[in-house]
Structures are given as C-alpha cells and as structure tokens.
C-alpha cells in the first residue's frame, strides 16, 4: 500500500514493484490485478472489470504499476490482492492496522452542559478507527484529568464513548472549552467544540447547552448589597443581647430588694411582739 495511512471514503493506492525481476511495466506480457472481496480479476493490461471502483496508474518508465482502489469500504480491506507481471505474481493480504488505517469520526454526537461550575461533556462517535485519546482543553490549555474512552467494535472499526465531568476552577473561567481527540501519527486532531462561547462567573450557577442551546444566565449577586444585610443582622443581635442582660440585672436587683425588705419587715414585726409581752406582763 502506497498511500499512507489508508481512509476509508477516499482513493488508495497497492503498488507492485518489479525491480527484483528487473522489468518495466511496459515489457510484461500481461499486467493484471486480482482478488478484492469478489476474489476476481479486477485489472487486465489497464482494463478495468468495474472503472467506478478500480483504475490503474502506471509509469512505463519505471518499475512499478499500481492499482487504485476507489472509496475505501471495509470491504476492501483483511482480504487478499495480487499483481502479475507475465507468470510473476506476488500475493499480499490487506490488513486493517491503526498505524497505516483510518476512519473518520462519524455519526458523531457531543454536547457540553454547564450547571453549579460542573462541566459536563458527551462525545458518541458511531464509527471511528483508530481508538482515539481525548482530552478537555480550555483555550490551549489541557486539564491534567485523564479520562479514557469506552468503545465496542462495530464491524472492522469502533463506536466510542467519551463522557466526563469537570468542575471549573478560577484560570478556566470565560474560556471556551474545546474536546481535542487524536490519532497519534495516522491522522490531524479532530476538535469538538459548542457553537457558543458562555460567560464563566466563579463559583455561581450557570446552566449551559453547547450545541444549538438557549443559554440561561443567572444574575451576578451584588456583594456589597449582600455585606448590608449580614451587618444588620449582627447589629440587632448585639442590641438584643444587651437588652437581655439589663433585664436580667432589673430582675436580680428587685429580687435582693424584695428579700431584705422581707428581712426588716419580719425583724421589726419581733420586735413588736417582744415589746407587746412586755407590756403585757407589768400590766398584770
């Protein structure tokens, strides 16, 4: 295979190479290729058996010939092609591998939620290949969270499932944040992001739809308005306080009040008596 890495829904390219039997293409008696998923003869000397799938590219001047196989399916692929040149043949079989194939996302599925400071994220992807490593980046900066992705096979490729939660911290705020996937060496990143942007407000509630929502915006709070009411309330909490004590202090006051006149009054009532038997006796 001459054309790396190999996408599905493009044009690749199997060349044959003759440099060992030290021949041109033009000095075959026969050029022919074959095999595929129908195992049949798919080129004969530059006469395709189906010209919307198969052409052939040749360099007479070279040493190689080549087949070009149209819109890449899966099932062109885990099968067998030969190429001939007179009665030399070579046989390889097209083998499906993530260094050399790739599918492009599709069926392709991803939402950001924004509510309490928790980012949520969903990404479904129904077809892809290789398994790709995604990752949250806001702006060009990456969370240090890994979270790996979960996939199942869906015939020779993937269907994968990326979901996560994230809670923003101060640097993350009024940054859109983009889900960045990639492929290693096989293919370019492919990135995610929310058709709109939202304003990030620290430590409050804002509930966002990424894709094509209607974003609701919860009113800043305005501190100094909220200093006020916490002062009065320490204020009247202090005035009740001293009220309660000088209650108390009235109450103690009256109550010693009360207990010595009590003390005078029962002092003088025996005295009274004391006198009275007295009197009394020098009377008898």
């Known amino acids: 295979m001459s054309s790396v890495p190999a996408i599905f829904g493009q044009n690749t390219v199997l060349t044959c190479h003759l440099e060992d039997i030290s021949t041109n293409p033009k000095d075959c008696s026969v050029r022919q290729w074959s095999g595929g998923p ?4 798919l ?8 010209s919307n799938k198969y052409k052939e590219d040749v360099n007479l001047g070279s040493f190689d010939f080549s087949l070009i196989i149209k819109n890449l399916t899966e099932s062109d692929i885990n099968v067998n092609y ?4 007179g009665f030399h043949t070579s046989t390889n079989n097209l083998s499906l591998n993530e260094n050399s194939f790739q599918y492009p996302p599709t069926g392709i599925n991803v939402k950001f939620s924004f509510d309490n400071n928790l980012l949520r994220v969903f990404l479904g992807l129904k077809k892809v290949y290789p398994v790709p490593n995604c990752s949250l980046y806001f702006g060009n900066s990456p ?13 020779f490729v993937y269907s994968v499932t990326f979901n996560d939660s994230y809670t923003l911290i101060e640097k993350d ?12 060496h096989v293919a370019e990143p492919v990135i995610f992001k929310g058709n709109e942007t939202y304003e990030c407000l620290a430590y409050e509630s804002i509930p966002l739809l990424m894709n094509n929502a209607t974003r609701i915006q919860v009113p800043k709070k305005d501190s100094q308005a909220t200093k006020f009411p916490t002062l009065k309330i320490a204020l009247i909490a202090v005035v009740l306080l001293l009220i309660s004590i000088f ?38």
């Open 143 to 155: 969370t240090l969270k890994i979270v790996p992705v979960t996939y199942k096979t869906n015939g």
């Open 82 to 85: 030969t190429c001939s040149c």
């Open 173 to 184: 705020c009024n940054k859109q944040p983009e889900l960045k996937c990639t492929f290693e």
């Open 247 to 284: 209650l108390i202090v009235i109450i103690v006051w009256k109550y010693k009040a009360r207990c010595q006149c009590k003390r005078t009054f029962c002092k003088r009532s025996t005295e009274k008596d004391t006198n009275q038997s007295l009197e009394n006796e020098m009377f008898i």
């Open 38 to 41: 129908d195992h049949r003869g």
């Open 43 to 50: 080129l004969y000397n530059g006469y395709s058996s189906d």
